[in-house]
Structure formats: structure tokens, C-alpha cells
């Protein structure tokens, strides 16, 4: 294995570290959690980075780095939409929104990956295109942004013991800020998706 793919695995290893750190009951736990995908988020663009760099492009990292980050992102995303920061409220509202754009970004990932299969059974080998990286890097974004909004609500807001309006009025902005990132990252999803299945079109073609 060489050090790209190297790298890749260190991300896939911290995944379970994001999720320990953020189910579990613990001060500054989401913060750490935060850092940890914010972590393996960076090494998406070093691995890529050391592999162009030291010409160890290979089909095996091209495959294990989109794996890689379908993980990472599908992790982060269940955890901000469905897991909450307190007995009865998520961080992303309306929490409907958050369900339905998981489940376009998960259609989009299994749709991309059997075209990914369908090319692989005709020995043709389909690497990440630009338009899927903005969208991750969007993601990326949004998904920590959350993150770190989920531990300033359970660790700063609601330990607060009277909320001023400036908090209310600041929590309320971050919340909207954020649905709208989120919202973004899904037209980018389903953009970047169609444009990726009709550029790779050939690939339903039958061979005569």
C-alpha cells in the first residue's frame, strides 16, 4: 500500500473516533468530534495531493478514496440530522429538510457507485470529476459547521442560565445560515451527480 492509500485509511480509521466523541455524554465530546472530521476531511485533499505529486495515482485509490468519503460524509450527515443535542431537538430544523437531503445524498452516492460498477465489469476504471469534488468540499463545510454548532448549543447555549436576546437572535441566524449550506450541498449533490452520470453515458452503452 503506498502512502496515499496510506492516507485514505487514516480517514476511514478516524471515523469511528467522530462518532464515539460525538454520541457520547461528555463536555467539549462534539467539539472533539468536530476537529476529528475536520481532520479527515483535510486528508481527502493531502492524499490526492500526494499522489499526483509523487505519481502514485492508482485505480486502487481512486476506489478506496471514493469509499473513503462517502463514509465519512453519510457518517457526519446521520449524526447532525438524526442525532440530538438534547432530549427532544436536533440541530438541523426543520429536521424534515435534514432527512430529505440525506436521502438525496444517499440516492445520489449509490446511484454513482453502481455506475462506478457497471464501468469496473467493462474493465473501465471512473475517478471523482470536478464538479463531485465542490460538492464535497461543500459537504465538507457544512457538515462541520454543524458539528461545531451542535456542541456550541449543548456546551454554551443551553448551559446558559438566562439566554439574552443577542443569543437567541445569534442562535436563530447560525441555524438558518447553516439550513441554507445544507440545502446548497444538496442542489450541488444532484447537479453534480446528473452531470457525472451524462458525461459517463457510454458507459450504458452495449458493446456490439
Not at 465530546?29 to 485533499?45: E, N, Q
Amino acid at each position: 500500500m503506498n502512502t496515499p492509500n496510506k492516507i485514505t485509511l487514516a480517514r476511514i480509521l478516524l471515523i469511528p473516533l467522530v462518532l464515539v466523541f460525538y454520541l457520547v455524554n461528555m463536555p467539549y465530546g462534539k467539539l472533539v468530534s468536530a476537529i476529528i472530521f475536520i481532520l479527515a476531511c483535510a486528508t481527502d485533499f493531502i492524499d490526492g495531493m500526494v499522489a499526483r505529486k509523487t505519481n502514485q495515482v492508482t485505480d486502487l485509490g481512486k476506489f478506496f478514496d471514493a469509499i473513503a468519503d462517502k463514509v465519512l460524509i453519510m457518517t457526519g450527515m446521520l449524526l447532525v440530522v438524526a442525532y440530538p443535542v438534547t432530549a427532544a431537538s436536533v440541530i438541523v430544523k426543520p429536521q424534515w429538510v435534514g432527512i430529505v437531503c440525506v436521502v438525496i445524498m444517499l440516492a445520489r452516492e449509490f446511484i454513482i457507485s453502481a455506475l462506478r460498477q457497471i464501468a469496473a465489469s467493462k474493465g473501465v476504471v471512473l475517478a471523482a470529476d470536478k464538479g463531485g469534488k465542490i460538492k464535497t468540499i461543500f459537504q465538507d463545510v457544512t457538515i462541520s459547521l454543524y458539528m461545531l454548532y451542535a456542541f456550541f448549543v449543548q456546551d454554551i447555549y443551553l448551559k446558559q442560565e438566562v439566554i439574552s436576546e443577542g443569543l437567541k437572535l445569534f442562535n436563530t441566524i447560525v441555524g438558518i445560515t447553516l439550513l441554507v449550506l445544507l440545502v446548497i450541498s444538496t442542489i450541488l449533490t444532484i447537479t453534480s451527480g446528473v452531470s457525472y452520470i451524462v458525461r459517463n453515458r457510454k458507459v450504458f452503452k452495449s458493446e456490439k
